[in-house]
Structures are given as C-alpha cells and as structure tokens.
C-alpha cells in the first residue's frame, strides 16, 4: 500500500474513532455555577489630615483680656461634623474620651504650658454637653450618610496666658 494511501486510512480511521464519523453522539455542554455574597454591617468615617485624624476645630484667636464663651465647629475636609457612612438599616455609636487634659471631674481642657483653658464639647445638635458617654445613631433603611456635628465652648475668665492652646480628643465609632 503507497504511503499516501496509508496516511489517508489513518487520517479516516482517527476521524471515526474521535467521534467525527457518520454516527453522532450528544454530550451535556453546559453547566451553572452559583455567585454569592455576605454583606456585613461597617461603617467608615471621611477622614481629614490622615486616618488617625477626623477633622479639627479651630476656636480663633481671641484677646486674652476678653471673658465669655467663644465656640467653632469641627470641620473635617471643608465640611462641618463628622462624616459617617454605615451600612442601610443598622445602628451604631459614637464616644469620646476626655481629651488629654482634663480635670479630676472630667472636664476637657485646653493646654498651653502650664496655663489651661476649660471647653466642653456637645454633638449631634445637643445642647447637653458631650460626656464620654456614647451617642447612639441610626442608619434607617435608605440612609447610609450622617454627618454628626461636634461643637466646642470654650470659656475665657478675661486674664488668660497668651499661647497657643491646644487638646486632642479620641473619638471612637462602635457598631
């Protein structure tokens, strides 16, 4: 047999053996798969000035003969409050420490040297000053944006030690 025609019955042998043939046959050619998710409760807080940092307020500069109350906003990025983001339908919680001043009664303070300055703190439109206790939020269904207003009073006694007065207060979202 010529090597031609030989080529051409294993050719012919192999297209019958693979299936190709005369005869046909069916095969399942498709399958599903599932795609699921979980998604969890979170939140996430817009940040200002870096991931440690929510925003800062900025009582001025004022006269140190001056007496009264002097108070600001927290802004954090351009915007008053902080901005927080937490998943449709759940609640959380917002506490602050003391700052890093305060008196044996808890009171924050603004620290410049050896001089101090009483404040107090008061959130989301209160007019109760802002303890260390927590303020509770809601994210009802539809809603995932709040932006939680933290306002500072600072009083002045009129004598005051010119400085630059300053407190940090850890502020702390739990849900």
Not at 3 to 28: D, F, K, N, P, Q
Not at 93 to 119: F, I, W
Not at 132 to 151: D, E, K, R, Y
Request: with cysteine.
């Amino acid at each position: 047999m010529p090597v031609a025609y030989r080529m051409a019955a294993l050719v012919l042998a192999g297209a019958v053996a693979g299936g190709c043939g005369a005869t046909s046959a069916t095969a399942e050619t498709s399958k599903a798969f599932q795609v699921s998710a979980v998604v969890a409760n979170g939140c996430s807080v817009t940040t200002s000035g870096g991931a440690s940092n929510w925003g800062s307020i900025d009582l001025g500069t004022v006269s140190g003969v001056t007496s009264g109350t002097v108070q600001a906003s927290l802004l954090s990025n351009g915007t008053a409050g902080i901005q927080i983001d937490c998943t449709p339908g759940m609640t959380a919680s917002v506490s602050a420490d003391t700052g890093l001043n305060p008196t044996s009664g808890g009171v924050r303070q603004l620290v410049s040297g050896t001089s101090k300055v009483p404040y107090l703190l008061y959130a989301n439109g209160s007019n109760t000053a802002w303890t260390t206790n927590a303020i509770a939020l809601s994210f009802p269904v539809g809603t995932s944006h709040l932006s939680m207003p933290v306002v500072a009073k600072a009083t002045l006694s009129g004598a005051t030690k010119a400085g630059a007065y300053a407190d940090t207060v850890r502020v702390t979202l739990s849900w």
